[in-house]
Structures are given as structure tokens and as C-alpha cells.
């Protein structure tokens, strides 16, 4: 099965702020990754896939690049309907499909 | 407009069995592959089983082969996920989700999710 890890798994960041969550894979799966938005109590948003991207309707601030074990996700000017848990997705070897561990976003 | 509602989750005793129910609108249900993900409280998102669009094709996690049956009635737009021999470690928010974007591809990402529905396995 592919791993996926996600790096940090918190982190604390104020509005306007950029940041950056990293996902790296046990092994290459091309571009096929994909970044999701939980917020408390809700369902994931599909933000990113194909590693790069933006799926219909989400904020340009989001951005995602990398390509065979290392991703990036990258907010711009963090707003404050962003701070919510972030998951890196891969299908490239399946069954199973597998997720990051998640990253926790909170304000500062 | 897409919409998902899953139903049938409660509390349950540790091998007994349930059946959840997604009910699905706003698209050609019968043309896309369906997945149901899980989530452990205070955990992260597990991927449970896969169903293709016609249901010919299952695939599902090791933690729950053997004991979860996935399966589809495209007449009622329907997606179900059996689950039998139910253990401590079951209980979780389950989401069902569309595939994405290649729609009778098995794989793929998820673009539209259910509101999800608890089953909590306890005695």
C-alpha cells in the first residue's frame, strides 16, 4: 500500500499569512494526487486534483504543485473560512486508496 | 444540483450487522463508479469500498474485507454498504462519494460528498 505523509500535522498561521502543507508518498504516483478542505463537523471539499488542478468554484489562493513523492498545497493570503484540516488523497495504486494523516490548521 | 444523503447508521453491538444507504440525485447515478469513505472520531478519512458504475467490480480495504458488502440498485439510485461481524474499531462517521472525474473509472478522486451518518459499535 502507498503511504502518505503529511507534514506538519498542525500548524498555526494568522490571516493574510501564506502557508504551505507537504504530502510525500512512499513510493512515485505521478500527479495523482489530490488535496481536500474538512471543516468541523462536514464533509471533505475536493480542492485540488491531478496534483495541480483547481477543481470548479475554489478561491485562486489555492495552488498545488510536486509530482512523484513530494506534493505541496499552498494557501496565498489565508482567509478565515481556511482554517479547517487538510487531506492529501493519491489513486495511483489502488485498491486501497489512501489519505495523509491530515494537517491541522488553525489561527494564530 | 448533486446531492448524497446517507442513511441507516445507529448504535449496534460488536458483531451484529447493519446496512447503510446512499441515495443519490442530480446526476447519471448509473454512470459513475461510488466509493464509501470512513471517519474514526477525532481521526482521519479511511477509504472503505469501491463499487463500479455497474456494479461488476468491488474492491475494498483489508480492514474491512471479508465482512462489508458494497453494492448498487441504479434503478433507485441507490448505493448500500453491508456491514456484518461489526467491531469496536467500525465506529465512524461513513461518507458515501462520487467518483471523480473519470466517472466509470474505479479510482479517481471525490468531488461530491454525503453529509455522512455515525455508526458507533458498542455494547
Known amino acids: 500500500d502507498i503511504q502518505l505523509t503529511q507534514s506538519p500535522s498542525f500548524l498555526s498561521a494568522s490571516v493574510g499569512d501564506r502557508v504551505t502543507i507537504t504530502c510525500r508518498a512512499s513510493q512515485g504516483i505521478s500527479n495523482y494526487l489530490a488535496w481536500y478542505q474538512q471543516q468541523p463537523g462536514k464533509a471533505p471539499k475536493l480542492l485540488i486534483y491531478?496534483?495541480?488542478t483547481l477543481q470548479s468554484g475554489v478561491p485562486s489562493r489555492f495552488s498545488g504543485s510536486g509530482s512523484g513523492t513530494e506534493f505541496t498545497l499552498t494557501i496565498d493570503s489565508l482567509q478565515p473560512e481556511d482554517f479547517a484540516t487538510y487531506y492529501c488523497?493519491?489513486?495511483?495504486?489502488?485498491?486501497?486508496?489512501?489519505f495523509g494523516q491530515g494537517t491541522r490548521l488553525e489561527i494564530k | 444540483q448533486v446531492q448524497l444523503v446517507e442513511s441507516g447508521g445507529g448504535v449496534v453491538q460488536p458483531g451484529r450487522s447493519l446496512r447503510l444507504s446512499c441515495a443519490a440525485s442530480g446526476f447519471t447515478f448509473s454512470s459513475y463508479a461510488m466509493h464509501w469513505v470512513r471517519q474514526a472520531p477525532g481521526k482521519g478519512l479511511e477509504w472503505v469500498a469501491v463499487?463500479?458504475?455497474?456494479?461488476?467490480?468491488?474492491y475494498y480495504a483489508d480492514s474491512v474485507k471479508g465482512r462489508f458488502t458494497i453494492s448498487r440498485d441504479n434503478s433507485k439510485k441507490t448505493l448500500f454498504l453491508e456491514m456484518n461481524s461489526l467491531r469496536a474499531e467500525d465506529t465512524a462517521v461513513y461518507y458515501c462519494a462520487k467518483v471523480f472525474p473519470n466517472y466509470h473509472d474505479t479510482s479517481g478522486y471525490f468531488d461530491q460528498w454525503g453529509q455522512g451518518t455515525l455508526v458507533t459499535v458498542s455494547s
Open positions: 488523497q493519491q489513486r495511483s495504486s489502488y485498491p486501497p486508496i489512501t
Open positions: 491531478a496534483a495541480s
Open positions: 463499487i463500479s458504475y455497474d456494479g461488476s467490480k468491488k
